[in-house]
């Protein structure tokens, strides 16, 4: 009789042990996690390429910098020796020398000016772009705080009533025998699903396959019962 008794606490115990296993596997398989995923994947695609943006507008922005400063110089280098050419006083020889000279100038700063243009387009690309990414990372930074919120909503609903479930096993595992508490666990490490099973009718409450009534007899004989079949723990 206290075999009986011991079984069936272990039976309840098995049935909240099921219960906290569906209470984790839905804990851990809420639809949001993998939208939370796909969303923080996309985060950091987003705040990368926005990195890249910025980097890219800041080289141009050197560059323009950079470049304008040389188109200063060297359109003010021109405009001079164009003066010294037209001021005249000097040989036809030097005077053939300067224009070459000249015209070379205002080459450079006609390229520098095409420089200075290209840097200008690829810095307002650059921002355009800073500013299309900004903005699509403050959306996407706000779907995936809306969705840890949603999952952490969850959790702690799931969370409360896995803890109401750990009391009353806390409860129902004392009052079975240590020696069937070591096979159960036993048995609950190599096995998912059920290993503890009413027989009714001659049949196993874990697998659900029938035990004939000579098979009923012998393993009602063993402590505890266990099922031919699975070798799940019967209640008889």
């Given at each position: 009789?206290?075999?009986l008794k011991?079984?069936?606490?272990?039976?309840?115990?098995?049935?909240?042990d099921l219960a906290?296993d569906r209470?984790?596997?839905?804990?851990?398989?809420?639809?949001?996690?993998?939208?939370y995923?796909?969303?923080h994947?996309?985060?950091e695609?987003?705040?990368q390429?926005?990195?890249?943006?910025?980097?890219?507008s800041?080289s141009?922005?050197?560059a323009?910098?950079?470049?304008n400063?040389?188109?200063?110089?060297?359109a003010?280098?021109?405009?001079?020796?164009?003066?010294r050419?037209?001021?005249g006083?000097m040989?036809?020889?030097?005077?053939?020398y300067?224009?070459?000279?000249?015209?070379m100038?205002?080459n450079k700063?006609s390229?520098m000016e095409?420089?200075?243009?290209r840097?200008?387009?690829?810095?307002e690309?650059?921002?355009?772009?800073?500013a299309?990414?900004?903005?699509?990372?403050a959306?996407?930074?706000?779907?995936k705080?809306?969705?840890?919120?949603?999952?952490?909503?969850q959790?702690?609903?799931i969370?409360?009533?896995?803890?109401?479930?750990?009391?009353?096993?806390s409860?129902a595992a004392?009052?079975?025998d240590?020696y069937?508490?070591?096979i159960?666990?036993g048995?609950r490490?190599?096995k998912?699903?059920r290993v503890v099973?009413r027989?009714t009718d001659?049949?196993?409450?874990?697998?659900h396959?029938?035990?004939?009534?000579?098979e009923?007899s012998r393993?009602?004989?063993?402590?505890?019962?266990?099922?031919?079949?699975?070798?799940s723990?019967?209640v008889?």
């Open positions: 009789m206290e075999q011991s079984l069936a606490d272990l039976l309840d115990l098995h049935d909240i906290i209470l984790l596997d839905e804990r851990s398989s809420l639809p949001e996690l993998e939208k995923k796909v969303a994947g996309e985060v695609r987003i705040s390429a926005l990195k890249d943006a910025e980097d890219a800041k141009a922005s050197q323009l910098h950079k470049t400063g040389e188109l200063e110089i060297m003010e280098r021109a405009a001079s020796e164009q003066n050419l037209y001021a006083g040989s036809a020889r030097d005077a053939d300067l224009r070459r000279e000249v015209e100038l205002y700063v390229a095409d420089d200075v243009l840097f200008m387009e690829d810095k690309s650059s921002d355009a772009r800073v299309e990414l900004t903005s699509e990372l959306a996407a930074t706000t779907l705080d809306e969705l840890a919120a949603a999952i952490q909503d959790w702690r609903v969370d409360k009533q896995i803890a109401t479930k750990e009391e009353r096993k409860a004392s009052l079975v240590e069937y508490m070591d159960y666990d048995l490490k190599g998912k699903g099973g027989l001659g049949i196993c409450g874990s697998c396959l029938q035990l004939s009534a000579a009923v393993v009602s004989k063993d402590d505890p019962p266990r099922c031919i079949h699975c070798r723990i019967l008889i």
